[in-house]
Protein backbone atom coordinates (compact mmCIF):
# COMPACT_ATOMS: atom_id res chain seq x y z
CA UNK A 1 0.00 0.00 0.00
CA UNK A 2 1.52 3.39 -0.97
CA UNK A 3 1.96 5.98 1.69
CA UNK A 4 2.40 8.38 -0.92
CA UNK A 5 -1.20 8.81 -1.24
CA UNK A 6 -2.09 10.97 1.71
CA UNK A 7 -0.81 13.82 -0.20
CA UNK A 8 -2.10 13.51 -3.31
CA UNK A 9 -5.44 15.24 -2.94
CA UNK A 10 -4.07 18.37 -1.15
CA UNK A 11 -5.95 21.90 -2.51
CA UNK A 12 -3.42 23.89 -3.87
CA UNK A 13 -3.81 26.63 -1.16
CA UNK A 14 -2.33 24.26 1.53
CA UNK A 15 0.68 22.80 -0.99
CA UNK A 16 4.07 23.86 0.22
CA UNK A 17 5.00 25.28 3.16
CA UNK A 18 2.89 26.08 6.10
CA UNK A 19 4.20 29.23 8.04
CA UNK A 20 1.45 30.03 10.30
CA UNK A 21 -0.80 28.79 12.76
CA UNK A 22 -4.03 29.52 10.09
CA UNK A 23 -2.33 27.03 7.75
CA UNK A 24 -1.51 24.12 10.52
CA UNK A 25 -5.29 24.40 11.55
CA UNK A 26 -6.36 24.39 7.41
CA UNK A 27 -4.38 21.05 7.29
CA UNK A 28 -5.73 19.85 10.33
CA UNK A 29 -8.56 19.83 9.43
CA UNK A 30 -8.16 18.82 5.68
CA UNK A 31 -6.94 15.77 6.82
CA UNK A 32 -10.06 15.09 9.22
CA UNK A 33 -11.82 15.47 6.10
CA UNK A 34 -9.90 12.67 4.64
CA UNK A 35 -9.67 10.65 7.25
CA UNK A 36 -13.71 11.06 7.03
CA UNK A 37 -13.97 10.29 3.65
CA UNK A 38 -11.81 7.16 3.96
CA UNK A 39 -14.16 5.97 7.18
CA UNK A 40 -16.82 6.00 4.68
CA UNK A 41 -15.48 4.20 2.21
CA UNK A 42 -14.54 1.51 4.31
CA UNK A 43 -18.08 1.18 5.92
CA UNK A 44 -18.99 1.05 2.06
CA UNK A 45 -16.58 -1.63 1.01
CA UNK A 46 -16.80 -3.75 4.36
CA UNK A 47 -20.89 -3.87 3.32
CA UNK A 48 -19.88 -4.68 -0.02
CA UNK A 49 -17.77 -7.57 0.94
CA UNK A 50 -14.77 -6.37 -0.30
CA UNK A 51 -11.74 -6.96 2.25
CA UNK A 52 -9.10 -5.55 0.48
CA UNK A 53 -11.17 -2.62 -0.49
CA UNK A 54 -11.91 -2.29 3.27
CA UNK A 55 -8.39 -2.40 4.68
CA UNK A 56 -7.22 -0.14 2.15
CA UNK A 57 -9.50 2.98 3.18
CA UNK A 58 -9.29 2.14 6.72
CA UNK A 59 -5.27 2.22 6.71
CA UNK A 60 -5.98 5.29 4.71
CA UNK A 61 -8.24 6.75 6.91
CA UNK A 62 -5.53 5.65 9.71
CA UNK A 63 -2.76 7.52 8.13
CA UNK A 64 -4.61 10.71 7.62
CA UNK A 65 -5.73 10.82 11.34
CA UNK A 66 -2.28 11.13 12.35
CA UNK A 67 -1.50 13.66 9.65
CA UNK A 68 -4.35 15.71 11.21
CA UNK A 69 -3.20 15.09 14.95
CA UNK A 70 0.04 15.83 14.32
CA UNK A 71 -0.91 19.22 12.11
CA UNK A 72 -3.33 20.08 15.22
CA UNK A 73 -0.67 19.68 17.95
CA UNK A 74 1.81 21.46 16.06
CA UNK A 75 -0.53 24.76 15.70
CA UNK A 76 -1.93 24.31 19.47
CA UNK A 77 2.07 24.24 20.30
CA UNK A 78 3.08 27.25 18.12
CA UNK A 79 0.13 29.36 19.27
CA UNK A 80 1.97 32.18 21.18
CA UNK A 81 -1.50 32.92 23.38
CA UNK A 82 -2.75 29.28 24.43
CA UNK A 83 -6.19 30.10 26.19
CA UNK A 84 -5.96 30.57 30.01
CA UNK A 85 -6.92 27.66 32.03
CA UNK A 86 -10.17 28.02 33.76
CA UNK A 87 -11.84 25.96 36.17
CA UNK A 88 -15.04 27.12 35.31
CA UNK A 89 -14.34 26.52 31.41
CA UNK A 90 -17.54 25.06 29.38
CA UNK A 91 -17.10 21.52 27.80
CA UNK A 92 -18.09 20.79 24.71
CA UNK A 93 -21.09 18.86 24.94
CA UNK A 94 -20.49 17.12 21.47
CA UNK A 95 -17.40 15.54 22.22
CA UNK A 96 -18.61 12.41 24.20
CA UNK A 97 -16.40 9.60 23.43
CA UNK A 98 -18.86 6.49 22.28
CA UNK A 99 -18.10 3.55 25.40
CA UNK A 100 -16.84 0.35 24.58
CA UNK A 101 -19.31 -2.10 23.91
CA UNK A 102 -19.28 -5.28 26.04
CA UNK A 103 -19.03 -8.70 23.97
CA UNK A 104 -20.30 -11.64 25.05
CA UNK A 105 -22.21 -10.66 27.85
Do not use: V, W
Not at 18 to 32: C, S
Not at 49 to 65: I, K, N, Q, V
Amino acid sequence: MNTDTILHDLPEELEGEFENIAEQHRMAAHHFKQAARHHMAAADANESGDPELTARHSFLAYRHRLAATQYAEIAALDDENPPKARSNSPTCGHLKLPQARRRGL
